[in-house]
């Protein structure tokens, strides 16, 4: 698939960074919609831009981009709750809160009916403003004639749907730019990578895994109180309903409602306790398969090594006065978690073990929201050609990597570029 919019539309420079990003039951029950982990929508308004050192000025934007905030992957994962209440409501078993909650599923199911996976209008709306902030704190880097944008995504349709409101936002700003769009297999070897080690560590999690998540989700999903607050007949749940299946299912359906345009909650039917102890089930399990998982040894991250060169190939070109004035890739949170961690980005390489100590060192909703995304900026100084500054954006937020820098946020791109091409060939 290709579109094209054109006029019209020392290595061991190792500084202290955090690894530890610990959240806390306080923090979580002020904002719930935090325990919806990687369905947090976008919680991003205002980029930051610290202004660079006298001189220089922006010249080339790398980035990556997980597609906006979505439905749920499928249309079952509301169906089948929808279609358990409805049989209780038929037989006369469910609580005055149960019909009410059959109520709010009917709308929210109007809502997403046949839309499991795709890109809500909030998403599309992420991915417009992100790309807003990104003109307006860089012109330098869009305006004039002649410049051109590549914009490339895996092949989901949220992920294409995300990069075209992504780029229309942008030629709304300058309509000069010569963006072209892709989604291709050509570059799905760099936008959404896993290596066979990895790839077989997720799925075995070294086998012992499985059982320790069993065990820990056995201890955290605790359901004998919220059944009995939908269903009013004992039989009926004795019959019909798995009780930690159910709140399994509700957990979903309220974590991803912030998502939608109709905004209705289902966090009434949990208490904060609750929603704090099913997230770090889910928040582990996805930093096993993904991030910087100790008994994963690094394999995970070796997913992101394609990409990390691809930014480094691209900048070089940007620096060498030929190319794209912006490299454009939107994927995936699989891709982002792993990503962030090759990188170092401060709070995204917490390293742990056990699934009851995964979230005081690392946060899902932290590490990719919803419209989560990195951006490398370059900047230049005509009267120091030889010295290229580059900063860090993490869900447009300046960060800090394991670099020795003596003007953060900037970092001297020759450092930089040292570094991570040892991250790279580091087995």
């Known amino acids: ?38 369905y947090y929508a976008y919680p991003t308004e205002k ?9 220089y000025k922006p010249f080339y934007v790398s980035h990556y981009g997980r597609h906006g905030s979505r439905y749920l992957l499928g249309d079952n994962d509301y169906k089948w709750v929808h279609d358990l209440l409805t049989k209780a409501n038929d037989a006369n078993a469910l609580t005055p809160l149960g019909k009410n909650v059959l109520a709010r599923l009917d709308t929210v199911m109007e809502e997403a009916y046949k839309r499991g996976g795709d890109l809500s209008p909030l998403g599309a709306r992420q991915h417009q403003g992100i ?55 050509r570059y799905m070897p760099y936008l959404c990578y896993s290596t066979p080690e990895s790839d077989a560590f997720k ?38 309903v798995n009780p930690e299946n159910f709140m399994w299912g509700l957990y979903w359906i309220a974590s991803d409602a912030q998502n939608t345009e109709n905004k209705i909650s289902f966090y009434d039917l949990f208490t904060p306790q609750e929603l704090f102890d099913i ?4 928040n582990a399990d996805f930093y096993a398969g993904h991030s910087n998982f100790k008994p994963a040894e690094r394999k995970h991250l070796n997913n992101a090594k394609p990409l990390l060169r691809n930014f480094i190939e691209g900048a070089e070109i940007a620096i060498a006065g030929e190319g794209d004035v912006a ?22 390489y917490g390293e742990a073990e056990r699934p009851e100590d995964v979230y005081k060192v ?66």
Not at 409 to 426: F, Q, R
């Open 47 to 55: 980029a930051d831009n610290t202004p660079a050192p006298k001189g």
């Open 131 to 185: 790309a807003r902030r990104m003109a307006e704190n860089y012109p330098e880097v869009f305006k004039g004639k002649g410049k051109t944008v590549s914009a490339r995504s895996t092949l989901v349709p949220r992920c294409i749907i995300s990069m075209g409101n992504f780029c229309q936002s942008l030629k709304e700003n300058y309509p000069e730019l010569d963006i072209t769009l892709e989604s291709s297999n």
């Open 362 to 427: 690392w946060n899902d909703w932290f590490v990719s929201p919803m419209a989560s995304n990195i951006q490398m900026i370059l900047f230049k100084n005509d009267k120091k050609p030889d010295d290229i500054l580059v900063k860090f954006l993490h869900n447009e937020k300046e960060t800090k990597i394991p670099v020795d820098t003596d003007i953060w946020p900037y970092y001297h791109w020759n450092d930089v570029k040292a570094y991570y091409e040892k991250v790279i060939s580091d087995k």
């Open 1 to 38: 698939m290709k579109l094209r919019f054109s006029g019209l539309l020392g290595i061991a420079l190792i500084c202290a960074v955090p690894a530890m990003s610990q959240t806390t039951f306080e923090e979580m029950s002020k904002d719930l919609n935090k325990t919806g982990g990687v």
């Open 203 to 240: 799925s075995s999690r070294e086998g012992w895994w499985q059982e320790m998540k069993r065990k820990f989700e056995k201890k955290q999903v605790k359901a004998d109180r919220i059944v009995p607050t939908i269903f009013s007949n004992p039989e009926f749940v004795e019959r019909y």
């Open 327 to 348: 490299t454009l890739r939107f994927g995936h949170d699989g891709n982002v978690v792993p990503f962030t961690a090759l990188l170092g980005f401060e709070n995204c």
């Open 279 to 282: 997230w770090q089930c889910f």
